[in-house]
């Protein structure tokens, strides 16, 4: 929306669940920074072991003890407290659960957004399309001549997977039932070829796209791209081999 608001006459965004958005604390290293990655590896090996034990750190708090993440849902809610003035437009975008049960956003600009005085934010999810209106929940009524959807995800059970047969009309959500698995394709399902593979580790699932969505794809009548599990296993551990040697977080 910090994209789209800019060339839109008039913006509304319609929330069906606001959601926690905490600090993006990005910033260009300094040349001094890149001079000591480049002449000791060793500190640049050390910066990128401490992203990643500062976001695996959380783990214990959404698995174990909710009561650790306080102090991040405290940093999320400064966070809100000081890019949006507006005491309701604030209460609507605070959520009314723990941090952590749903997916935590990472935003300097959406919540700013919201305050533009042409931008205007219904608290409500849509219930129906009618025409050019868009109705919400809460009855809200809104003329509109664009719609872009972002209405979430679910990371388990794509709902594309309800819509794709294989052989047999065996449903693609069923072949997925113990697991999401594509290296390769599955057996005796069309095989889509997406830009974010069921594996969660972005690097690995471009590796694997550019080194065996290709090979994915059926030749001849016949193929269909099943795949052993051991092959599987060979797959992914070579893919994870080059990662290692080209330096790539697992």
Known sequence: MPQIAPVAGHTTAFQRTPAWIAPWLDRRFTRLER???RRVPLIQRLARALVYWNREAMVVGLAKRRSLL???QAVAAAHLRRQVRDPQLRADLTPDFTIGCKRILISN?????????????VPSGVREVRGSTIVAADGTERDVDTIVFGTGFEVSQPPIARHVRG???????????DGMHAHLG??????PVPARRPQHRARSHLDGLHDGGADALPR???????????????GARGRHGRLRRRGAPQ
């Open 186 to 191: 599955r057996p005796r399902v069309p095989q």
């Open 167 to 177: 052989r047999g009309g065996r449903l693609l959500v069923d072949v997925w039932a």
């Open 220 to 234: 001849g009548r016949d193929h269909h791209g099943a795949v052993r599990r051991s092959a599987r296993r060979r």
């Open 109 to 121: 600009d959406y919540n700013p957004t919201l305050e533009r005085d042409d931008v205007d934010l």
């Open 70 to 72: 306080r102090p991040v």
């Open 35 to 37: 001079w000591l990655f």
